[in-house]
Structure formats: C-alpha cells, structure tokens
C-alpha cells in the first residue's frame, strides 16, 4: 500500500530545502504563448479564458486551470499576472488557463454568488460545476499537444471553484486543490461566522462584486469605517439609503439570517461525499476568512476516501498567506523559516507533478523529516 501524507501539518520549524525556483519575476513573454478565447458553456454562454502554452515544449503537456471572479487580463492586456503565482511550477510543464467566470470581467452570463449547483433534475442547469466541466472538455479538444489531464487550485472564492469541479468531475480532471474554499458561508467562511453575520466582509464584499462586472473599491465618506457603520443606524437603513435593493446578497443577508435551505445550497463542503479526483486541501491556522471551508471539505471527503486521494495541508498563515512571498512571519510573529516557499516548492508543485506528469513521489513522511520538517501527520493507511 502506498504510503504517504493525507494530512500534512507544517509547523514553523522549517528549514528551507533546495529552492526549485527563484521566485524572481520571469519574462513570461520568452516562456509562453498567448491565446485568449470564449469558450461556449452548455447554455450557449462563452466565458473569457486565457490560454499559456510553454513555447519550449518538447512533450505533451498537462492544463493547469484556475477560474476566479477577480479578473485574469493584465492591465496592458499583455500576459495575465496570475502566471506567477505558478512560477514554482514552470519548471514541471503545464499549459496555464485563466479563465474569467460567469458574469465577470470578460465573460457572459449573470455573476451568482457562490452560485449553488444545479438542480440535477434539470437538464439544462448551470452552476460552477458544469462550467467548469464544459470549459476542460473544450480545452482538451482544442490545445494542440496536451497530455489528457487537468489540474485546477483557487484560493478563496477560487477555492470554491476548485472545489465545485470536484462535484460532477470531468474525466480528464486529475488533481484539484481547494484552498481556504469558501466552503459554508453561514457556518464559518466570510459572510457569517456559525451565524453571527460579518457586516464589513457582507456589505462591502457583495457591493463591490454585485454592483458591476469588475471589482471596483467603495467609496466612503470618511476614513473611520467603524464610525461610518455606526452612524448607519439600523441595517434597514443600507438598502434604504444606500443599496435600494439591488444587491442580491445584501437582500440574502437580510431575507436569510438562519442556516435555511439558501445557505446549505451554496455550501460546496457538503455538496462533496466521496473523493473521486485526488484534492489537496489547504488552510490557514490563522485564516481570518476561510479556515471552516478547506477543514469541513476534507472532513466530509474523508469519509469515503478508500482510493486515499483527500488531502490536506495546515500551516502558519493568514488568508492565502502560502501562496506569494516567504512565509515567513504572520504580522510581527517570526517563523525563522520560509513556511510558505517551502509549501509552493516542496508540497504543492510535486503534488500536482505526481498526479498530472507521473513525476517523482508525493510529499511523505520520509522525505519531510529528510529536509529536517517538524510535521505531525497520519500516514495514509
Ligand atoms: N473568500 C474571500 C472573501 C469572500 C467574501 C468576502 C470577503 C472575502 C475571497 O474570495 O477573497
């Protein structure tokens, strides 16, 4: 039986293996084309993918995919930005897609938040899942040289994606990791907290996501946004004086205070029963947004995983704090070690080496304690 991780927990006491890349900014120009096109969804809506093919490819190659509501296009529209938070995964060989979803930025369609999933009897329903399962059926139809396989990670709303893909997988669908997902926004991601409502994360998040395509900043009048909220007075007074009723989340909000059938709909952790396609989960100790979604989506996985693909990653960080820079301080708390370089280079890229181009190992036991790693994790059995 294979042995390795299902649950890594990385502590501070990291010392920092052989780095597989710089991290220095790249000229993604000499390394990759780009091809920008819509891709029709069942519903005849096309949604605004950017496609990045490594120009020295000298073997078929896997897709690596990331959907997000935040925009993919560089300012310039030259190359998508979002290429280097990848940088640690150059090396291995993927034909990078970024992909703009419904009703955002470059794409068709109306933006849903956390757009449930479909009703199953309905033969034409969309949601998250079926996009995405559309958008790789599309992909490994029409790029030249792919190896038949796709990855996909988000983070965040992008973990919600993520995760979604994992509700109807596509066959070609071979590693997916869902990080800090916004797996329940009642019980513990964003918007409440077990129930006690976020007020800033609820107005100004679904304001500035509901209001137009593209993310835009509210405006205030003054820099004291405690003082701001409590001259509101009641919240009845957002809709009246503010918001006129046209931010749906903000009427959910108020129409939905309870864990009522609206919430469980949106709540991919537990739309998810059986791990089909090997996931990583990943989470923030200190993850002041989405800690419940990564720990619940595992747990439910965790429940029917004979096939031992759930798994899961802890470290020391705040929202998304494993994804750029070092890792390592949380605020002013050193971790005299590089948690998060060390998570990208050492744990997540051949993670996805393993599942998408057979390459190498995944991340064990043995090997950790080799690079002198403080873990603590049950082996898979
Ligand atoms: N999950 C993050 C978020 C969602 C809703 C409100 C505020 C933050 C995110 O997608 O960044």
Known sequence: MRN??????ISASIWVAAP???GQQVDLAALFEKREVMIPMRDGVKLHTEIYTPKDAKEALPIFLERT???????DKGYSGKL???AHMFADGYVFVFQDIRGRYGSEGLFVMNRPVHDPSDAKGVDESTDTYDTIEWL???IPNNNGR???AGISYGGFLAAMALVNPHPALKAVSEQACMGDTWLGDDFFHNGAFRLSYGYEYATAMESNKENYQLKFDR??????????GPLSNINKEYLHGKIPSWNSFVLHPTYDEFWKRKAVASALHQAKVPNLNVAGWWDQEDFYGPMATYANLEKDDAAHMNFLVVGPWNHGGWASGPGNFLGQIPF???TGKYFREQVEAPWFAYWLHDKGALPGRREMRSKGVCISARMGS
């Open 140 to 142: 490994i139809k029409n």
């Open 69 to 75: 509501p935040y925009g993919i296009s560089a300012k």
């Open 20 to 22: 597989r890349s710089s």
């Open 223 to 232: 820099d004291d946004l405690y003082d701001w909220y409590l001259r509101v």
């Open 150 to 152: 796709v990855g996909t």
């Open 336 to 338: 005299g070690s590089d």
């Open 4 to 9: 390795f991780f299902r649950i890594v927990v």
């Open 84 to 86: 280097h938070r990848y």
